[in-house]
């Protein structure tokens, strides 16, 4: 431990203090989820997923619906989503969360089922998967994380990867001659008259977690109407990979990930069609 | 009700599935298979609200059973060779996460897209593993139509006993010929909820969480031990077999499927002769019943295994005999069924060539 990282722990410390004098409860605005589990997460800091994953779970606590929801985690830095979910959970196969999400929701298709998927595993391998889940109007939501990069295997490049994005095996840039484009797939399901509600999200500065927050609440609704599928993508970042800090991530979210991916609703239902 | 009624093969496995009280089919066609998802989504669903779902690829069936294993229902797939080897990497998934489950493989002749001809290329596949990593399916072999229909009960049976997939190995021929079939009464679906379950946590219980991840080795190795235990006592338990003439027998016939019902022949021919044969056929490819053959092959000169691949169960039979009998071999590939003077041939054969 070398003297700068001493000093920092000092000051961590003294922070630690003053927050612990500030945590009373007639100051508590914010609490944790009572689905969300009290375990510290594997996440870097400052990931996308971590707030994801908090949003699901308050959603699922505002709803009261704990004991009718089942969600599937993918292959991908979110594997272990079901570590931090106080809820019935499966962990899919690389890609095909959806198909689990198909076999499990048809056989109950009273309860909510929810993927939640990372850009290689729902963009790639998984493409197929999706496309075909959102054709048949599955009664599922699809939460898809779209950090532009493969985060688990050590940052190799996504098919959502940006043109000249290095990766480590794009590592010139991703040349679009050579490696095709970065992939809209949430443009694509939005075509499909199987999906009810699509939307692009982010999750990089408070009135967006927010944003983002309505869209899982409003999906989870529209689930029990069994209109069709909700997707929800949520262009996030991924710090280590991208190696740059998180505030500097976030800002590269807003600089270059949201001019190719811009947020907003990409289909909604009319009022008539989410009439009970 | 009971009825007797003649079908194909098919067609009985899968009038057997909704008899059994099956929750769910993912299938995706394939020929010599497609009458199961056609029978299915024709009966199933309007006579006891089974799911019956036409998944995009045999990569989705399998991940769909998965899923919906996951809640405790009686879930299967079926489908012909290139398909299954398409569903490996999920077949390992469901061994090691333990979800009951059946799948079926219509063999035809293989590699590659091969031929729709019956075949028995994929003993190896279905009995050694397929998929990565060390699991086991149990694997059951039926030789007739009526067997096509009896095996899917107890193939949910076993899946749910030991809560590991099951698999029904058939081939082409049993597959699309009619012979009459006993259908066995219909049972209700249950509606009992498995303990380990993915249906909604309720708030009185731990959550349950299906999953083949243990990324500590420590973990990960006890995971493995736990399914070898219960494969040793699979093997201990579940070993199903036939024996047919082999109280007198000198030569011992050994095949399964399609193969040991035409061995029934040539042994009834060879006996007609003077030949004292007998025919053993395993109904388990795993557990192999590898106690009664070594027992039996103390008392045969020596063994002809016969099948419809370049030699794959040969190896089990070999491992199982321990050289008590020499065991000699005959096959046919490529979708090609030996017929039983062809099998007394190569018998004779073995016989004049100076083996007696
Ligand atoms: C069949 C298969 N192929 C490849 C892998 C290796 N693998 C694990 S995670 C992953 C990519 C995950 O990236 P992404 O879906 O973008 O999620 P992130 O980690 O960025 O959240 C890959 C290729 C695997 N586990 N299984
Ligand atoms: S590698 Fe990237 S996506 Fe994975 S936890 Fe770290 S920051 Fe998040």
Known sequence: MNERTMLSEERHFENMIQAESICTAENLVYERPGTLLDVTMHYCPGCGHGVAHRLLMEVVDELGIQSQTIGIAPVGCSVFAYNYMNIDMQEAAHGRATAAATGIKRVLPEKYVFTYQGDGDLAAIGTGETIHTCNRGENILIVFINNGVYGMTGGQMAPTTLPGMKTTTSPYGRDVKVQGYPLKIADIVATLPGSFYVTRQAVHTPAYVRKAKKAMLKSFQYQKLGKGTCFIEIVSNCPSNWKMTPVESNRWVKEHMLPYYPLGDLKVPSEKETAQ | ?356
């Not at chain 2, 749910?160 to 219909?186: C, H, T, Y």
């Not at chain 2, 979708?335 to 190569?346: F, M, Q, S």
């Open chain 2, 1 to 356: 009700m009971k009825e007797l009624r003649l079908m194909k093969g098919n067609e009985a496995l899968a009038e057997a599935a909704i008899r059994s009280g099956c929750d769910a089919y993912f299938g995706y066609p394939i020929t010599p298979q497609s009458e199961v998802l056609e029978y299915l989504s024709k009966f199933a669903n309007m006579r006891t609200g089974m799911v019956v779902l036409q998944a995009e690829s045999e990569v989705a069936s399998i991940n769909m059973v998965y899923g919906a294993a996951g809640t405790g229902k009686r879930v299967m797939t079926s489908s012909s060779s290139p398909g299954i080897s398409l569903m490996q990497e999920g077949i390992s998934y469901i061994a090691c996460a333990e979800l009951p489950c059946l799948i079926v493989n219509v063999n035809r002749g293989g590699p590659g897209l091969g031929t729709i001809q019956p075949a028995q290329g994929d003993y190896f596949q279905a009995v050694k593993g397929g998929g990565h990593g060390d699991y086991r399916l149990i694997v059951l072999a039926p030789a007739s139509v009526q067997e096509m229909s009896d095996f899917v009960p107890l193939a949910f049976d076993l899946a749910f006993k030991w809560r590991n997939p099951v698999m029904i190995l058939s081939d082409g021929a049993l597959g699309q010929m009619m012979e009459k079939v006993d259908l066995f009464e219909e049972q209700p679906r249950r509606t009992a909820v498995e303990p380990w379950a993915t249906v909604g946590k309720p708030k009185d219980r731990e959550r349950n969480i299906i999953t083949s991840l243990f990324i500590e080795p420590q973990k990960m190795e006890e995971v493995n031990l736990k399914l070898q235990a219960k494969y040793r006592e699979i093997e201990k338990t579940e070993v199903r077999y036939e024996t047919v003439d082999c109280e007198d027998a000198e030569y011992l016939l050994t095949a399964y499927g399609l193969v040991a019902r035409i061995c029934h022949k040539a042994a009834q021919i060879g006996r007609e002769q003077g030949i004292k044969i007998g025919v053993f056929r395993p109904k388990t490819l795993y557990p192999f019943p590898s106690a009664a053959l070594n027992e039996l092959s103390r008392r045969v000169k020596w063994i002809l295994d016969v099948e419809m691949n370049a030699g794959q169960m040969v190896e089990d039979v070999r491992l199982a005999v321990e050289g008590n009998a020499r065991v000699e071999f005959h096959g046919r590939m490529g979708g090609i069924v030996p017929t039983p003077e062809e099998i007394l041939g190569k018998l004779k054969e073995k016989l004049s060539g100076g083996l007696s």
